[in-house]
């Protein structure tokens, strides 16, 4: 079966058409600045041909929908004779709330529940509603299905999800941790278990998705029992950009000292903070980070220490959320590629009986293990594929 895969933003629109069989992308592409002007770059995987870039207007969603099926059914680039090759479509959708705990086709009713999580997400679910409601416009009659960020953690007991605030603000305003990368999350630590050969129903992993944004998560039985991200994901360890954790009073002090308000507060620990503001605006990317502590940078290098101590201090909780662990993934852009990342954050973490395999950890962007065959704790890289896990969730459901 043939499934896109979409994953809409407020100006941008992501897709990847996916053979549900081979599981292989047939085609990739990415709609930028619609409502500006517009671009399309599109890849058609299937054919072997390089990617193309098409600058058109793209006054709307709807737009944009159209020009990619107009690229997925073009004579030259496209890889489908016809849009009716097109099955179903998966939806990335950032929150579920804690209306839902996995993935749901989508009628009229679950269009209203979405909607009822916009003020959760205002940044993204507005604009994965719109993405909706453009695919149902130019694909009528297929089922399309939603994947929520936030579906695999809802299975957290409520003491991993509680914060220490009055109990009617939870009750009022669901403030609560609800934590975020669950699609991702929920395959890698199957692809874990499978990898480490591990029953996966009987199992404790922890999952470290370490990106441009980053959360760990601790895996029971094949259930999320903990995040870091939180109520958004600004929580955590410190990001690209973003801050993670911080005492809560330093943000008063701080827009009382530089005269703030609170969206000014709210840009500094979203934009302006993580690894890029404590390596004093060098850069939020893991490989600038490293040639710059290798020239001498001591900012840049101290902020790639930073990153290692916190992911390892998560680690070291879940370890004991979990009473132990069998297997620890590392996955995303950093987590993939970047193996003296992954040799600072398993430095701390020898207590567990966890010894590293210095050539294996040198991997790049491949499943491989990093620790040695007698490690008490097995280490693996997973990479991730969030478009896949998405279209075997729509496969299952349609
Ligand atoms: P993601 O959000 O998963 O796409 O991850 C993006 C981030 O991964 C980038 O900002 C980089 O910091 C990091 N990254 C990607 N490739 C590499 C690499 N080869 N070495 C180190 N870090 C990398």
Redesign the pocket.
């Known amino acids: 079966m043939k499934v896109l895969v979409i994953n809409c933003g407020s100006s941008s629109l992501k897709y990847q058409l996916i053979d549900s069989e081979t599981e292989e992308a047939l085609a990739s592409g990415l709609c930028e600045r619609i409502g500006i002007d517009g671009r399309l770059v599109h890849k058609p995987i299937a054919k072997g041909l390089d990617k193309i870039t098409i600058e058109a207007e793209m006054k709307t969603h709807e737009t944009a929908i159209q020009m990619v099926l107009a690229a997925l059914t073009d004579k030259e680039h496209g890889v489908i004779e016809h849009l009716d090759e097109i099955k179903a479509v998966g939806h990335r959708v950032v929150h579920g709330g804690e209306k839902f705990a996995s993935s749901v086709v989508i009628t009229d009713e679950v269009v209203k529940a979405i909607e009822a999580c916009n003020e959760l997400a205002p940044l993204h679910n507005p604009a994965n509603l719109i993405g909706i409601h453009a695919c149902q416009a130019a694909l009528p009659g297929v089922p399309m299905v939603a994947v929520f960020d936030t579906a695999f953690h809802q299975t957290m007991p409520k003491k991993a999800y509680m914060y220490g605030l009055p109990l009617s603000y939870y009750e009022k305003y669901k403030i609560r941790r609800y934590g975020f990368h669950g699609t991702s999350h929920s395959f890698v630590s199957k692809e874990l278990a499978k990898a480490a050969g591990l029953d996966l129903k009987q199992s404790k992993m922890i999952v470290c ?5 980053s959360s760990i998560s601790a895996v029971l039985n094949g259930e999320s029992v903990d995040t870091s991200m939180g109520f958004t994901p600004l929580a955590g360890v410190l990001m ?1 950009t973003r801050s993670g954790d911080i005492d809560p009073a330093i943000m008063e002090y701080i827009m009382k000292k530089e005269n703030k308000d609170i969206d000014g507060m709210m840009k500094l620990l979203n934009k302006d903070s993580g ?1 890029y503001g404590l390596s004093g605006d060098l ?8 040639s710059a502590s290798k020239e001498g940078n001591e900012a840049a290098a101290n902020a790639v220490q930073v990153f290692a101590y916190q992911v390892a201090k998560y680690v070291g909780a879940y370890a004991a959320a979990l009473n132990g662990v069998d297997a620890i993934a590392f ?8 193996g ?2 992954r040799g600072l954050i398993l430095e701390h973490l020898t207590y567990l009986g966890i010894t590293v395999d210095a050539e294996a950890n040198q991997v ?2 491949e499943k491989k293990m990093i620790s040695t065959a007698d490690s008490k704790v097995k280490v693996y890289v997973i990479p ?1 594929n969030e478009e896949l896990a998405i279209a075997r969730e729509t496969v299952a459901l349609v």
């Not at 998705?209 to 944004?213: A, D, P, Q, S, V």
């Open positions: 998705h370490l990106g441009n944004g690209g690894v850069s939020s990317d893991f490989r600038d980070l490293d996955t995303a852009g950093v987590g993939e590629n970047d003296k990342v790049r962007g991730t």
